[in-house]
C-alpha cells in the first residue's frame, strides 16, 4: 500500500487513528479508530458530509468512544506493537478502488469514509446503520461539496467549498430575511 497516494489530511487521519490507539491502550488498529479520526478532524471533510446528512459529528464521535471503550486494553511494554486488522487492510484497500472509480489520482478521506460504508459487519457498520448513514447518502452529500473536483494533489481537500469559506451567500440570506431591503432607499443608498 502506498500511503505516498493518500491525500494530507488522509494521512493525518491514519496518525490520529495510531493515536487513538495508544490513547485506548490498545493494539489493533481497526476502522473505528480511523472512523474516529476522521470525524475529529474539525476542519476536515468527514464533518462537512455529516453536517450536510444533518447529524452532528460529536454524536458519532461520542459513539465511537463508547465503543473504543469497550474493547480489550494492554497495559505495560506491549503497547508499543501496533497491529492492522484485516478489515483495516480491506477498508484501505478498498479506498483505494473508490478513489479509482471516482477517477482520482489521490485517496482522500471522502474515500475512506466511502469505503467504511462498505462495512456490513463490527460496530462501524452498527454505527452506520443506526444514523442512517449508506454510501448513496455520502456520495450525494459529497457531490455537493466537491461538485465535478477531481482530487489532483495531495492538498485537494482545502479546495473544496472554497467560495462558502471566503464568500457569503446573499441569495441565501435574503431567502432567510437576513437582509436589510434596499426597495424605496436610493437616498440611502446614494451616501
Known sequence: ??????????????????????????????????????????????????????????????????????????YGGATAQMYITPRTKKLLSLAQVEAQRIKDEYVGCEHILLAIAEEREGETAKILREFGITKEKLYQALQVIRGTQRV????????????????????????????????GRDNEIKR
Open 1 to 74: 500500500m502506498r500511503y505516498d497516494k493518500f491525500t494530507q489530511k488522509a494521512q493525518e487521519a491514519l496518525a490520529i487513528a495510531q493515536e487513538i490507539v495508544d490513547e485506548y491502550n490498545q493494539q489493533e488498529l481497526d476502522t473505528e479508530h480511523i472512523f474516529l479520526a476522521l470525524v475529529r478532524q474539525e476542519d476536515g471533510l468527514v464533518p462537512k458530509i455529516l453536517k450536510r446528512l444533518d447529524i452532528m459529528p460529536d454524536t458519532i464521535q461520542r459513539r465511537l468512544e463508547a465503543s473504543l471503550e469497550m474493547r480489550p486494553k494492554v
Open 152 to 183: 489532483t494533489d495531495q492538498d485537494a481537500e482545502s479546495k473544496y467549498m472554497v467560495l462558502e469559506r471566503f464568500a457569503r451567500d446573499i441569495t441565501a440570506l435574503a431567502k432567510q430575511g437576513k437582509l436589510d431591503p434596499v426597495i
